[in-house]
């Protein structure tokens, strides 16, 4: 049993060592955080749409439009045009999401995040 005076606290080195660790772990999901919500703003979109009989009875370049204007409500926007196929074949559609995107990190230290997504449904 110690008594009162023989205890000691973490060191001020241990203390620094551990606020730097956790700094950069708060640094680098803080910048991860804006490229995982937007990529969970286009999966709830495209599966909104993928469950709309309505919207699927629609042409393709309509269902495309749609989709557009939602991007664009929600405010995000795919790196480029190749992100997103919509294609048809034989009274199914195939909405392929796929991309990826570097963020910066520490000076010339980038993170690559990639995401794809395949979701298909029956032209009503």
Known sequence: MHSMGQQR???FLNLLVVLM?????FSV???L????????TFKSILESIVEDPEEL????DTIKRDM?????INQVRLPDKDSLVIRQKEGEIFFDLKYEIRVP????????VKFEENYVATKP
Not at 21 to 25: A, L, P, Q, W
Not at 33 to 40: K, L, R, V, W
Not at 57 to 60: D, V, Y
Not at 68 to 72: A, E
């Open 9 to 11: 606290g973490i060191g």
């Open 33 to 40: 955080f804006s490229p995982y919500a937007d990529h969970e």
């Open 57 to 60: 009875a629609k042409p393709l």
């Open 21 to 25: 660790v956790g700094g950069i772990f």
């Open 29 to 31: 999901g803080f910048k």
């Open 68 to 72: 557009q204007r939602r991007f664009t």
């Open 105 to 112: 990190m520490f000076y010339n230290v980038d993170a690559v």
